[in-house]
């Protein structure tokens, strides 16, 4: 049964086992409620713990139930039920409290906790909001302050805080269970504290308020849940506990069926699926016990960096003692910077570098397990230092280029042990940025392409794995995404009004600021490299940019001005006298939502062109792609959703 119980003297343990997570389907709620009325009516039920089986109390809702139609016993009745039962009923968390797992938890008259447990409220993350009492609830437990952050700003607190806080109202080192059973015993011997949602909230003055919807605001980026979730809790504090209920589950109830919620389970069952491909699931991954990076430079740094994170020790090699001697302060200096902001501390800081050793000699690669090439984007060079890892490495040594757009074919011809080989597109900043190209040749073998989508995993990135083309998924939808917003340039659509369309729609920066902050002379090297290898480029506005000195951010001015020391874009008039010869088009006004229509169209229509062809296995990896590696905003879902939607 999803819902077990059993006695221990006059306490009774109810344990939800409802894997992989516990989620609080239609049955376990079914259950939890026919529990309460049963405990209540008999006299021998002094008290309730309620656990969750395995290493999670609940994750939060059935996801799969949004689908569909809502059906009874709504989760809000049960918090309620157990809330009001006349036997007090004792959460036993002994790992996560998620969504309306933390929402069942705050409908328990107690919380019993380990230092390991984990609480958060991340409806937001699907487009919605608690819809069973967390953000009313939860303010009247901790101080407010913090209550906001958690229902709007997924703020994450572990067993220790929320002890200090006041959501848990004992910490144990003990098996959480054991402990709550003999915590309840004593607590029945005491007058009972008032249940979460009779409790007065800590005064917050109307300043901190404002300020919290000032900055829920700004983290939000046009995501309409944040919003929502905090004006659901304001209520509560300033008209009363109902009228928050109220206000929170008619909230739920119309995010539910929205559009950006449908979006964003879309991509959460994409995220989800992303490490464990079908073809691969019977395939066991090769051991990464050490990783070598040839190249430090940004996204050598980068990998190594990512790969520290995860506890893997690398080797660095460069061509040089002052660019090894940089790439290893680098490397100090990003640690430090995250103990700074207390994500690590000082002996993280140390541990990390410990697990770094720098090397001018391939031969140090000897014991690594898979070696990744991250050199400067030239067929010459990359084969060059296959050639010589080829030499150096062991035979078993998987070895990957972390190429961006040239053939990984062509890099790995003549490698002795081709299947060996594979491509691992990292993006920059490589310990940042979540997602992976995973590119195997024809050559690779099954147990390579797993070991890839076994690295990713642990190092926390999103992997989807791309057939082979100029540019892979990625850069190939941006080649167009980019042609087709100066296809409008030549229309006379203003540059300022592109992006400033393109962020309204929920991106960072559009596609001019964005290249401006990359540098035009990126892409302008790899056309100037097809072009030396005779391949027909057409010249492009951004070429006639470039030849000008103007390559962007770096040079002072690129599609913009920039002031120094400055990054804020200014419209300039001396890129549009460059330009004037190549566009000469009289200015033309198009709405933002034809902006956006035009150039959201263009990136799904090459996405369709990569199914076809084989590149991308299904839309959603096309979209996966393009939220965690080009910013797509998560709330459209992607290109290939969006349109689908239409």
């Given at each position: 049964?999803?819902?077990?119980?059993?006695?221990?003297?006059?306490?009774?343990?109810?344990?939800?086992?409802?894997?992989?997570?516990?989620?609080?389907?239609?049955?376990?709620?079914?259950?939890?409620?026919?529990?309460?009325?049963?405990?209540?009516?008999?006299?021998?039920?002094?008290?309730?713990?309620?656990?969750?089986?395995?290493?999670?109390?609940?994750?939060?809702?059935?996801?799969?139930?949004?689908?569909?139609?809502?059906?009874?016993?709504?989760?809000?009745?049960?918090?309620?039920?157990?809330?009001?039962?006349?036997?007090?009923?004792?959460?036993?968390?002994?790992?996560?409290?998620?969504?309306?797992?933390?929402?069942?938890?705050?409908?328990?008259?107690?919380?019993?906790?380990?230092?390991?447990?984990?609480?958060?409220?991340?409806?937001?993350?699907?487009?919605?909001?608690?819809?069973?009492?967390?953000?009313?609830?939860?303010?009247?437990?901790?101080?407010?302050?913090?209550?906001?952050?958690?229902?709007?700003?997924?703020?994450?607190?572990?067993?220790?805080?929320?002890?200090?806080?006041?959501?848990?109202?004992?910490?144990?080192?003990?098996?959480?269970?054991?402990?709550?059973?003999?915590?309840?015993?004593?607590?029945?011997?005491?007058?009972?504290?008032?249940?979460?949602?009779?409790?007065?909230?800590?005064?917050?003055?109307?300043?901190?308020?404002?300020?919290?919807?000032?900055?829920?605001?700004?983290?939000?980026?046009?995501?309409?849940?944040?919003?929502?979730?905090?004006?659901?809790?304001?209520?509560?504090?300033?008209?009363?506990?109902?009228?928050?209920?109220?206000?929170?589950?008619?909230?739920?109830?119309?995010?539910?069926?929205?559009?950006?919620?449908?979006?964003?389970?879309?991509?959460?069952?994409?995220?989800?699926?992303?490490?464990?491909?079908?073809?691969?699931?019977?395939?066991?991954?090769?051991?990464?016990?050490?990783?070598?990076?040839?190249?430090?430079?940004?996204?050598?740094?980068?990998?190594?960096?990512?790969?520290?994170?995860?506890?893997?020790?690398?080797?660095?090699?460069?061509?040089?003692?002052?660019?090894?001697?940089?790439?290893?302060?680098?490397?100090?200096?990003?640690?430090?910077?995250?103990?700074?902001?207390?994500?690590?501390?000082?002996?993280?800081?140390?541990?990390?570098?410990?697990?770094?050793?720098?090397?001018?000699?391939?031969?140090?690669?000897?014991?690594?397990?898979?070696?990744?090439?991250?050199?400067?984007?030239?067929?010459?060079?990359?084969?060059?230092?296959?050639?010589?890892?080829?030499?150096?490495?062991?035979?078993?040594?998987?070895?990957?280029?972390?190429?961006?757009?040239?053939?990984?074919?062509?890099?790995?011809?003549?490698?002795?042990?081709?299947?060996?080989?594979?491509?691992?597109?990292?993006?920059?900043?490589?310990?940042?940025?979540?997602?992976?190209?995973?590119?195997?040749?024809?050559?690779?073998?099954?147990?390579?392409?797993?070991?890839?989508?076994?690295?990713?995993?642990?190092?926390?990135?999103?992997?989807?794995?791309?057939?082979?083309?100029?540019?892979?998924?990625?850069?190939?939808?941006?080649?167009?995404?980019?042609?087709?917003?100066?296809?409008?340039?030549?229309?006379?659509?203003?540059?300022?009004?592109?992006?400033?369309?393109?962020?309204g729609f929920g991106y960072a920066m559009g596609p001019f600021e964005m290249q401006d902050m990359a540098g035009l002379d990126i892409s302008f090297m790899h056309r100037e490299?097809?072009?030396?290898?005779?391949?027909?480029?057409?010249?492009?506005?951004?070429?006639?940019?470039?030849?000008?000195?103007?390559?962007?951010?770096?040079?002072?001015?690129?599609?913009?001005?920039?002031?120094?020391?400055?990054?804020?874009?200014?419209?300039?008039?001396?890129?549009?006298?460059?330009?004037?010869?190549?566009?000469?088009?009289?200015?033309?006004?198009?709405?933002?939502?034809?902006?956006?229509?035009?150039?959201?169209?263009?990136?799904?229509?090459?996405?369709?062109?990569?199914?076809?062809?084989?590149?991308?296995?299904?839309?959603?990896?096309?979209?996966?792609?393009?939220?965690?590696?080009?910013?797509?905003?998560?709330?459209?879902?992607?290109?290939?959703?969006?349109?689908?939607?239409?």
């Amino acid at each position: 049964m999803a819902v077990q119980h059993e006695m221990r003297g006059d306490v009774v343990v109810v344990t939800i086992n409802n894997p992989p997570v516990n989620a609080l389907g239609k049955a376990v709620r079914q259950l939890l409620l026919e529990l309460a009325e049963e405990f209540d009516a008999d006299r021998t039920v002094k008290a309730v713990v309620l656990t969750g089986y395995g290493r999670v109390f609940v994750g939060g809702a059935d996801i799969t139930e949004f689908e569909k139609p809502l059906e009874p016993p709504y989760l809000p009745d049960v918090v309620a039920r157990i809330e009001g039962a006349s036997k007090p009923w004792i959460a036993a968390l002994g790992g996560a409290a998620m969504g309306g797992g933390l929402e069942l938890a705050l409908g328990c008259r107690f919380r019993v906790a380990g230092a390991d447990a984990r609480f958060a409220l991340p409806e937001i993350n699907l487009g919605l909001i608690p819809g069973s009492g967390g953000t009313q609830r939860l303010p009247r437990v901790i101080p407010v302050d913090v209550a906001v952050r958690v229902v709007s700003e997924n703020l994450v607190l572990d067993g220790r805080r929320a002890a200090e806080l006041g959501l848990v109202d004992y910490l144990t080192e003990l098996p959480v269970v054991d402990a709550a059973v003999e915590f309840a015993r004593s607590a029945i011997a005491r007058p009972l504290p008032t249940a979460a949602s009779g409790r007065d909230p800590v005064h917050l003055e109307t300043k901190a308020l404002e300020e919290a919807d000032a900055r829920v605001r700004r983290s939000a980026r046009s995501a309409a849940a944040p919003l929502l979730a905090f004006a659901a809790l304001r209520t509560g504090l300033e008209r009363g506990v109902e009228a928050g209920l109220e206000q929170e589950r008619s909230t739920f109830l119309h995010l539910r069926d929205s559009r950006e919620a449908a979006a964003l389970r879309y991509l959460f069952f994409a995220e989800k699926a992303a490490p464990r491909p079908a073809d691969l699931r019977d395939v066991e991954p090769l051991p990464i016990k050490k990783v070598g990076v040839v190249g430090g430079g940004k996204m050598g740094v980068g990998i190594a960096v990512a790969l520290r994170n995860a506890g893997i020790p690398v080797v660095l090699a460069d061509r040089d003692v002052p660019s090894l001697g940089r790439e290893l302060n680098e490397l100090r200096a990003i640690f430090a910077a995250a103990q700074k902001k207390g994500v690590i501390s000082l002996a993280d800081v140390e541990a990390r570098m410990d697990g770094v050793s720098g090397t001018l000699a391939f031969d140090a690669f000897s014991d690594c397990d898979l070696v990744v090439e991250a050199v400067f984007e030239d067929l010459a060079v990359k084969r060059d230092v296959f050639s010589r890892l080829a030499q150096a490495c062991a035979q078993e040594t998987i070895l990957a280029t972390n190429t961006s757009y040239m053939d990984p074919r062509q890099i790995s011809d003549g490698l002795v042990r081709s299947e060996r080989f594979i491509g691992l597109h990292f993006f920059s900043p490589a310990q940042v940025m979540k997602l992976l190209e995973i590119v195997p040749t024809p050559e690779t073998r099954p147990a390579v392409i797993a070991t890839a989508f076994e690295l990713a995993r642990r190092l926390g990135k999103v992997p989807v794995r791309s057939g082979i083309c100029e540019g892979f998924i990625g850069n190939r939808i941006l080649k167009r995404y980019r042609a087709d917003a100066e296809a409008m340039l030549s229309e006379g659509v203003a540059i300022a009004d592109i992006d400033a369309a393109m962020r309204g729609f929920g991106y960072a920066m559009g596609p001019f600021e964005m290249q401006d902050m990359a540098g035009l002379d990126i892409s302008f090297m790899h056309r100037e490299a097809a072009r030396a290898r005779g391949e027909s480029i057409p010249e492009t506005p951004g070429d006639l940019l470039v030849r000008a000195g103007r390559k962007g951010q770096k040079s002072g001015g690129g599609w913009y001005d920039y002031a120094p020391g400055e990054r804020t874009p200014l419209v300039s008039a001396d890129a549009a006298r460059i330009l004037e010869a190549m566009l000469g088009a009289r200015p033309k006004q198009l709405s933002a939502e034809a902006i956006v229509d035009r150039l959201v169209s263009a990136m799904a229509h090459e996405g369709q062109a990569i199914l076809d062809e084989g590149i991308a296995s299904k839309p959603s990896d096309i979209d996966l792609v393009e939220v965690h590696g080009y910013g797509f905003p998560r709330r459209h879902g992607g290109p290939m959703f969006r349109m689908s939607r239409r």
